[in-house]
């Protein structure tokens, strides 16, 4: 069985500052996705990495998968408290049909 | 806009009871998953199914059972509801043969179980 661990799982800032999550196995995965949760909604995919080394970039936030396709994090820069949600990192395998390993999350709190 | 709907936000059921919780895609998708997510461990598969009358066991299937009778909906069964089944419900969809499949959510099913 895949696993992968997510730190820290919970995060409460001031906005204007950077945090950084971190996801890490000790599994290879063919891809890593990023989701994000909000209350009430079901998770929504901000960005699939797939390439060791690979670093994205979606406007404040910034994705990195590590060269050994072992690891990810995400970077927030000058958080905003529309930030605040749960934050998800999911491994495929590349094994069937597209299941993904889930994190445990990282509640982010942003406060104003 | 594509949509994963799931049958009900909020459901409180008895020891003991039989649950179906119902999950509809719009979207042809093959691939369809049931997960449960509890605080401190994200998102744990239950059951998935890449095509009609197929399923397949994820990671913790005890105490579930599931069925797809049609491409676009797939059922959750709890045969026996327990109160360790007291949980959020999380009903999602994806392409099979996409490359990286993202996989898009419903809004969940808060279970109580009392």
């Known amino acids: 069985t895949q696993l992968l661990e997510q730190s820290p799982q919970f995060l409460s800032i001031q906005e204007g500052e950077n945090l950084t999550v971190y996801c890490n196995s000790s599994?290879?995965?063919?891809?890593l996705q990023w989701y994000r949760q909000e209350p009430g909604e079901g998770p929504v995919l901000l960005v699939t990495?797939?390439?060791?080394?690979e670093v994205k970039k979606l406007k404040r936030l910034t994705f990195q998968f590590g060269d050994a396709r072992k690891d990810s994090s995400l970077h927030i820069t000058a958080a905003q408290p529309g930030d605040t949600g749960l934050y998800l990192c999911?491994?495929?395998?590349?094994?069937?049909?597209?299941?993904?390993?889930f994190g445990q999350g990282t509640i982010l709190t942003v406060h104003p | 806009d594509v949509k994963v709907t799931q049958s009900s936000r909020y459901l409180v059921k008895r020891t003991g009871e039989k649950v179906f919780l119902e999950c509809v895609q719009d979207?042809?998708?093959?691939?369809m998953f049931w997960y449960r997510q509890d605080p401190g461990l994200g998102l744990r598969l239950i059951y998935f199914?890449?095509?009609?009358?197929?399923?397949e066991k994820g990671d913790i299937p005890e105490g579930y059972s599931v069925s797809r009778e049609k491409k676009e909906r797939f059922s959750l069964i709890l045969e026996s509801a327990s109160t360790n089944q007291t949980s959020m419900y999380l009903c999602?969809?994806?392409?099979?043969?996409?490359?990286?499949?993202?996989?898009?959510f419903g809004p969940g099913t808060r279970l109580t179980v009392l």
């Open positions: 990495v797939v390439t060791g080394g």
């Open positions: 599994s290879v995965f063919s891809s």
């Open positions: 999911a491994g495929e395998g590349g094994t069937s049909y597209g299941k993904l390993t």
């Open positions: 999602a969809s994806s392409l099979w043969l996409a490359a990286y499949n993202e996989q898009f």
């Open positions: 199914s890449y095509d009609v009358k197929m399923k």
């Open positions: 979207m042809d998708h093959e691939n």
